[in-house]
């Protein structure tokens, strides 16, 4: 029993930074239509910045904030250098944009920092607390607040606010949302930005858990995708519930199967989504009248 429930709590952990991932990409979704393959980077830019600071001996509750505006500031660059030039392209030009902007941060990351593995100690310490015979990190419950913290968020945001509200629109029918007086060139760098935070803000929390390396983004995006189509593109409680889905469907099968097969477990979902429920499991069925 307690070795199922360590499974769980592991499952949770990681579970908690994929809903995160996957909020960036709903984000970014739900105000353009792209999947924003470049989104696993804002995780390594957030993890790798605050690492750099805290090892030169910035407090970690000054680097973390830091941290979070560095990836803020690179996901507005992508778009206005990367994806406003081409907004105008058809939608698979864009998705390419974004893989190809991956390739670049990550280049840029290894430029700018090193190869090395790094991590810091956690916000509330390393001493693990045991709870009904698992050991969990105080890290651990800073991850799964900060997830559920980031759904309660956008979920305020995108319903009860007018910017929310105009990204909403700008996706929905970007000419009739300019028509009314939406800005909707103001919307989509919003959107950017807010996901980029997500990312980023996501790799600070879990890098004290995890580690960062300036090569992870790849996995974590990969990750965070399956999370998002497991729980249907463009739901942000999807995107929570196919995180937290995700990490344990991992934990069960590094715990009970092997270890080998972990990160195989994510990319099995994805085929059986697609074959049984492409909507996901929170996303509307989309119908075309033709």
Request: proline share 3%; hydrophobic share 55%; no cysteine.
């Amino acid at each position: 029993m307690s070795e199922l429930l360590q499974f769980l709590v592991s499952g949770i952990t990681v579970g908690a930074i994929y809903a995160a991932i996957a909020l960036g990409f709903t984000l970014i979704y739900n105000a353009s239509g792209v999947v924003n393959f470049a989104q696993g980077e804002f995780v390594v830019i957030g993890g790798m910045t605050a690492a750099a600071l805290i090892g030169a001996g910035v407090p970690v509750w000054i680097a973390a904030p830091l941290a979070v505006i560095a990836g803020m500031l690179v996901g507005v660059l992508l778009y206005r250098l990367a994806i406003r030039p081409a907004r105008e392209a058809p939608l698979v030009s864009l998705i390419i944009i974004t893989i190809g902007a991956s390739i670049f941060l990550r280049g840029a990351m290894q430029a700018v920092f090193d190869k090395q593995i790094h991590r810091y100690d956690g916000f509330s310490g390393d001493a693990p607390l045991r709870v009904g015979g698992a050991t969990i990190l105080p890290q651990s419950l800073w991850i799964i607040g900060g997830s559920i913290a980031v759904f309660a968020f956008l979920a305020w945001f995108l319903n009860r606010t007018r910017a929310g509200r105009g990204i909403r629109a700008t996706a929905s029918n970007r000419m009739a949302a300019a028509l009314v007086g939406i800005n909707t060139g103001r919307a989509m760098n919003l959107s950017f930005a807010l996901s980029a935070a997500i990312g980023a803000l996501a790799g600070v929390l879990a890098t004290p858990v995890t580690f960062t390396s300036y090569d992870v983004g790849v996995l974590m995006a990969l990750k965070g995708f399956s999370a998002t189509m497991l729980g249907g593109v463009g739901s942000p409680l999807g995107a929570l519930a196919g995180g937290l889905l995700i990490g344990l469907i991992e934990a069960m099968t590094a715990g009970y199967i092997s270890s080998d097969y972990k990160d195989a477990s994510a990319f099995v979902v994805i085929l059986l989504v697609l074959f049984l429920r492409p909507q996901g499991l929170f996303g509307a069925r989309i119908t075309e009248r033709v």
